[in-house]
């Protein structure tokens, strides 16, 4: 004897069965009955390279076929994630983001997600961020007498 247990959810379009023909239950999820088509996979756009604790900025921007608004979900690659505003689809959408550098790659992913909850295919981009060395002229902008004093010792 086959069991089939079948739910519609009509708001969100979205199908759930359960297949109980063995001896264990199967849930099932398809949402392929939504209406429309995934925005493309988002293009990413900024700096391959920044400093450490610099705010870049990097631009999004992914088409929806039916003319979705999109937002983008973005995972920054060092353990943090934002998720922008909705905007309207093909165009730049702006996000900024600051590493602390360890002489290391990010590797920054981001979907698109249209206003009725269908998502893109992930795109990625890598930034590299070295470790922060300081520069020997800012030590002189610290500490302003730090020349005359190096002048009189070893002059």
């Known amino acids: 004897c086959s069991e089939r247990k079948h739910g519609i959810d009509a708001k969100n379009q979205f199908v759930v069965w359960a297949d109980?023909?063995?001896e264990y239950s199967e849930i099932f999820f398809d949402n392929t009955f939504s209406s429309g088509d995934p925005p493309s996979a988002p293009d990413?756009?900024?700096p391959?390279?920044?400093d450490s604790g610099e705010i870049i900025t990097f631009t999004?921007?992914?088409v929806d076929p039916d003319g979705d608004d999109v937002r983008y979900i973005i995972n920054w690659g060092d353990g943090t994630s934002d998720t922008t505003t909705f905007a309207a689809s093909g165009t730049d959408k702006t996000a900024t983001h600051s590493w602390t550098g360890d002489d290391k790659v990010f590797t920054i992913r981001a979907r698109a997600e249209d206003?009725?909850?269908?998502f893109s295919p992930e795109n990625t981009f890598e930034i590299t961020i070295p470790r922060y060395k300081a520069h020997f002229a800012?030590?002189?902008d610290i500490f302003p007498n730090l020349?005359?004093?190096l002048n009189f010792i070893f002059g």
């Open 44 to 46: 990413i756009n900024g």
């Open 20 to 22: 109980e023909r063995n």
């Open 48 to 50: 391959s390279n920044g």
């Open 138 to 140: 800012e030590f002189f």
């Open 60 to 62: 999004f921007n992914s």
């Open 147 to 149: 020349f005359r004093i």
């Open 115 to 118: 206003e009725n909850g269908l």
